[in-house]
T-cell receptor, first 114, second 111 residues
Framework: DSGVTQTPKHLITATGQRVTLRCSPRSGDLSVYWYQQSLDQGLQFLIHYYNGEERAKGNILERFSAQQFPDLHSELNLSSLELGDSALYFC?????????????FGSGTQLSVL | TQLLEQSPQFLSIQEGENLTVYCNSSSVFSSLQWYRQEPGEGPVLLVTVVTGGEVKKLKRLTFQFGDARKDSSLHITAAQPGDTGLYLCAGRLSGNTPLVFGKGTRLSVIA
């Protein structure tokens, strides 16, 4: 158990809909990263938050947004969903100090857009 | 284009065999990590290498960072069915940049 909690584990929805994925990082970790994993693209970095502030953006579509709340949990919002958005979405948290740079991943949310 | 290229994409071997998987790039990385991912789970960190030429061992797994910090390899000795999984390499171009992942090598060890 990595200590990172993601909900829901599975999500099935229709094109055009909007969904919210939730992530609770490990206790004490201030950094949260979101990644998208698909068979053809592999793990793609989406966005990084540190202590509530956006720190880096990767290949994140404009239809997607994220935020990190004061209690450090994070949400990834996906809107106007398309078939191609079907993928595994992972959240990872990272500590500071001596373990800086290590990513601890949740079990992911499998999104299916029909 | 993928910043980190992993090879082979797929590998199926018999229990007890040795194997090496590779992670290559034309870019220099400040650090490189290897993860293993099993079905239905997120990647789990195996090792971090930061110095060119560095070799780290984790039981039957040996990780090497290339001298120029552009490539890495993972060698497994006497593979076991429990080694089955997706092996991912990931690198940082500089200290605080996000981790970039390769597409992985899917290993199957048959008993």
């Amino acid at each position: 158990d990595s200590g990172v909690t993601q909900t829901p584990k599975h999500l099935i929805t229709a094109t055009g809909q909007r969904v919210t994925l939730r992530c609770s990082p490990r206790s004490g970790d201030l950094s949260v990263y979101w990644y998208q994993q698909s068979l053809d693209q592999g793990l793609q970095f989406l966005i990084h938050y540190y202590n509530g502030e956006e720190r880096a953006k990767g290949n994140i579509l404009e239809r997607f947004s994220a935020q990190q709340f004061p209690d450090l949990h994070s949400e990834l919002n996906l809107s106007s969903l398309e078939l191609g958005d079907s993928a595994l979405y992972f959240c990872a948290s990272s500590p500071t100090g001596t373990e800086f740079g290590k990513l601890f991943f949740g079990s992911g949310t499998q999104l299916s857009v029909l | 284009t993928q910043l980190l290229e992993q090879s082979p994409q797929f590998l199926s071997i018999q229990e007890g065999e040795n194997l090496t998987v590779y992670c290559n790039s034309s870019s220099v990385f400040s650090s490189l990590q290897w993860y293993r991912q099993e079905p239905g789970e997120g990647p789990v960190l195996l090792v971090t290498v930061v110095t060119g030429g560095e070799v780290k061992k984790l039981k039957r797994l040996t990780f090497q960072f290339g001298d120029a910090r552009k490539d890495s390899s993972l060698h497994i000795t006497a593979a076991q069915p429990g080694d089955t999984g997706l092996y991912l390499c990931a690198g940082r171009l500089s200290g605080n940049t996000p981790l970039v992942f390769g597409k992985g090598t899917r290993l199957s060890v048959i008993a």
